[in-house]
């Protein structure tokens, strides 16, 4: 179908890329972008307002309403301890100390950690075990793992004393609090920051002088001043724009969206389409395309760009003609999965399981086996030949 998209696509993108007058992006270019270097990005600023989404006026807060010299006047007597340098960690730990504001990592030894010495942390100086940073830290952002967060909290607790902030990226450990044990103590405002993406795109998006949107939340306010300093933080580690919600709210979406169309229904989707075309004796590569390529090649980026009825009008009529009709009977094919699956998030049922699997000695090894039969499968193996095939791609293995 990609011959088929009509020209009006092409030539907006064009007036886009006109207008936005982007460089090619060199391997070199990408490689800079991938550094920890400190960046001096101009940054596009805009300020708190309200919106109508969909019929619904939200307010939202944007990069100018903690411009920097706030944020570092907010900060200027913290010590930021990020606990954990995985995705996440990493990813909000680099765009705060690029920032200015004074950080310190609590990681366990092994490879993670050594990561953060090879990106210029410092033990002893601003590299610590865990226990270490919470100690030292006034902010502690606990960035950990769930299941990990749950493990160490016994010891964990007597070092989050009255006057820190405990914060959050997810709210997992405190929402099902019968289940992780975290209670916090009296005194400590209680967090949160969720960034609407991966700590690899937090820090890249950080770099290119854009920025992730995010959700926010305050839990506890013990200080009187949460609100104000979780904003300022969400901007410190590199979000271009957050909107308010609840510790409830962002642990119920944030599971059932990755369970979901993020993550788990796509790749079921994928994977069941491109097995009937097989069966229907199409080729492994003319599978892969019509299922996969051609979505997040063409298709996906143009429901970024203006919505799904833009992206429908660019493609032909007998497209948008299958695509009208169609899409109602897989809607209602799917939503009771879907209701079933926040019911499994809301009553526990998912996290019980996370925790429980991910808390086993050999969760890595067995995590790594459910990853290979996805990664070895035909589908994902014929998707690794023709990204090859992409032109961007010529010359790589």
Known sequence: MSSRIFATAFRNSARALARQATPARTL?????????????????????????????????????????????????????????????????ALNLRDNGVNVIIGQREGKTYQQAVDEGWVPGK????????????????????????????????????????????HGFSIVY????????????????????????????????????????????DASGHAKERTIALGIGIGSGYMYETTFEKEVYSDLFGERGVLMGAIQGLFQAQYEVLRANGHSPSE????????????????????????????????????????????????????????????????????????????YREKLEEELKEIRESEIWRTGKTVRQLRPENAGQN
């Open 28 to 92: 070199t270019t990408v490689a800079k972008r991938m550094s920890v270097k400190p960046v001096a990005a101009t940054f596009q600023t805009r300020g708190m307002k309200t919106l109508n989404f969909g019929g619904t006026e939200e307010t939202v807060y944007e990069r100018a309403d903690v411009p920097k010299d706030k944020l570092l006047e907010t900060f200027k007597n913290d010590t930021i301890a990020v606990l954990g340098y995985g995705p996440q960690g990493r990813g909000q």
């Open 126 to 169: 601003n590299l610590f075990p865990v226990l270490d940073a919470v100690d030292k830290g006034t902010v502690v952002m606990n960035l950990l793992s769930d299941a990990y967060q749950k493990e160490i909290w016994p010891e964990m607790k007597p070092l989050i004393t009255p006057g820190k902030t405990l914060y959050f990226s």
């Open 177 to 220: 609090k019968d289940q992780t044990n975290i209670e916090v103590p009296e005194g400590v405002d209680v967090v949160l920051v969720a960034p609407k993406g991966s700590g690899f795109t937090v820090r890249r998006l950080f770099q290119e002088g854009r920025g992730i949107n995010s959700s926010f939340a305050v839990h506890k």
């Open 287 to 362: 599978a892969f395309n019509e299922t996969v390529e051609e979505a997040t090649q063409s298709l996906y980026p143009l429901i970024g760009e203006r919505g799904m009825d833009w992206m429908y009008s660019n493609c032909s009529t007998t497209a948008m003609r299958g695509a009208l009709d169609w899409w109602k009977p897989f809607h209602n094919a799917s939503k009771p999965v879907f209701e079933q699956l926040y019911q499994s998030v809301r009553d526990g049922s998912e996290t019980a399981r996370s925790l429980d699997r991910n808390s086993r000695p050999d």
